[in-house]
């Protein structure tokens, strides 16, 4: 969706307004560039769903170490199990993944959903506080356009991530029932 939203965005750059000699960036957000801001968020909130549904598939061999009472969560699942796994070449995917892309990306979905949402901070940053800067406006716009292809990044990630975490739950299931 983004993709197709993206060249409809407003572009506060592309339609300076000029009074008395200065000049002003409006941020004069379109439905589209609305819409566009909404999926970002709730990218965010999918592929932390995800990761999180990867953990809850770890935790399922792991009854004695991760309790659902715990809150099973991406990040944690992976704490917990760093120590006894660490020289796994699938789990030290997942926690270099974790250590890097995912809290990068987890900081910025905890920011939209329980501080500011991605709608309003675009606007707030560009409308209020950088109306007059070019640099920041670029800037913020750029990095707004870059979200398509961030994403596109992180579903690739997704599907890496899934590939890593069922090669690390085989290597676990061969090691149970070698206990057996």
């Known amino acids: 969706m983004l993709y197709l939203y993206r060249p409809?965005?407003?572009?506060?750059l592309s339609s300076p307004i000029k009074i008395d000699g200065k000049t002003f960036y409006i941020a004069d957000q379109t439905l589209e560039g609305k819409r566009y801001d909404y999926f970002v968020d709730i990218l965010f909130e999918k592929i932390h769903s995800f990761y999180d549904r990867l953990a809850n598939?770890?935790?399922v061999l792991f009854p004695d170490k991760l309790k659902k009472k715990?809150?099973?969560h991406f990040h944690k699942v992976i704490e917990k199990l760093q120590v006894d796994y660490a020289d796994n070449n699938d789990f030290s995917w997942l926690?270099?993944?974790r250590d890097n892309e995912y809290k990068v990306m987890n900081d910025q979905r905890r920011n939209s959903v329980h501080k500011i949402s991605i709608v309003t901070k675009n606007f707030n940053e560009q409308a209020l506080k950088n109306s007059m800067d070019?640099?920041?406006t670029k800037g913020l716009t750029d990095k707004r356009m870059d979200y398509p292809d961030y994403f596109k990044k992180m579903h690739?990630?997704?599907l890496l991530g899934?590939?890593?975490?069922?090669g690390f739950l085989e290597v676990v299931k061969k090691k149970i029932i070698n206990k057996k």
Do not use: G
């Not at 409809?8 to 506060?12: I, K, R, T």
């Not at 899934?162 to 069922?166: H, P």
């Open 8 to 12: 409809f965005v407003e572009n506060p």
């Open 57 to 59: 598939q770890i935790a």
């Open 70 to 72: 715990d809150n099973i």
């Open 95 to 97: 926690l270099n993944f």
């Open 134 to 136: 070019y640099e920041k």
């Open 156 to 158: 690739y990630l997704c």
């Open 162 to 166: 899934f590939e890593k975490t069922l």
